[in-house]
């Protein structure tokens, strides 16, 4: 089984500053990982995907994310917080297990405040 | 116009009411997905369906029941609703397994 761990439920940062949303998985086959994003009243946009090329993924909006097979990590960052960046920020994870083929496993969300 | 969309957008309604929520898709996938969410929980998998013929269920599926008219149309109902239903219930779409899943709007249903 597969499963997603995101750490801190609630995340603030000043407009300027740094994002970092940290997300770990479990995965007993090589994962496909993604992070979407859910402005309010929105459903669930891609922010960027993972899926075995290079372990350093770029995806829209100024978001990066960097596989770490070693730390069985995929967090999410942004060199530069906008206001516009405020919303919820979802890590998912699927793979080739048998089980979990075309299914995604979501991590609890989290939060994201900018403060001006 | 969006790709996927769901009706209704809102709805309130009464313990032991019969209710479904419809989702339809213009991107001519074949795999659809309904997830609900709750505050804290992330999204989680009520039913998937990989074509018209092929109807699964996901890991809370209990009270629930779906059907996929068409590949372009897949309905959520629940039969009896309780409160502890109330949630937001979102569908996807997926043309592949590593794919990802476009999302629709939500629906945001109140059990009363």
């Known amino acids: 089984a597969q499963s997603v761990t995101q750490l801190g439920s609630h995340v603030s940062v000043s407009e300027g500053a740094l994002v970092l949303l940290r997300c770990n998985y479990s995965?007993?086959?090589?994962?496909?990982l993604f992070w979407y994003v859910q402005y309010p009243n929105q459903g669930l946009q891609l922010l960027l995907k993972?899926?075995?090329?290079?372990?350093l993924v770029k995806g829209i909006n100024g978001f990066e994310a960097e596989f770490k097979k070693s730390e069985t990590s995929f967090h999410l960052t942004k060199p530069s917080a906008h206001m516009s960046d405020a919303a919820e920020y979802f890590c998912?994870?699927?793979?080739?297990?048998?089980?979990?083929?075309?299914?995604?496993?979501f991590g609890q969300g989290t939060i994201l405040t900018v403060h001006p | 116009d969006a790709d996927v969309t769901q009706t209704p957008r809102n709805r309130i309604t009464k313990t032991g009411k019969r209710i479904m929520l419809e989702c339809s898709q213009t991107?001519?996938?074949?795999?659809m997905y309904w997830y609900r969410q709750d505050p804290g929980l992330g999204l989680r998998l009520i039913y998937y369906?990989?074509?018209?013929?092929?109807?699964n269920k996901g890991e809370i599926s209990d009270g629930y029941s779906v059907s996929r008219q068409a590949q372009a149309k897949f309905s959520l109902s629940l039969e009896s609703a309780i409160p502890n239903q109330t949630a937001l219930y979102f569908c996807?779409?997926?043309?592949?397994?590593?794919?990802?899943?476009?999302f629709g709007p939500g629906t945001r249903l109140t059990v009363t």
């Open positions: 996807a779409t997926s043309d592949g397994g590593f794919r990802e899943q476009y």
């Open positions: 995965s007993s086959v090589p994962p496909y």
């Open positions: 993972y899926t075995s090329a290079a372990t």
């Open positions: 998912a994870v699927t793979g080739d297990d048998g089980t979990s083929y075309g299914k995604l496993t």
């Open positions: 991107k001519g996938h074949d795999r």
């Open positions: 369906s990989f074509d018209v013929k092929d109807i």
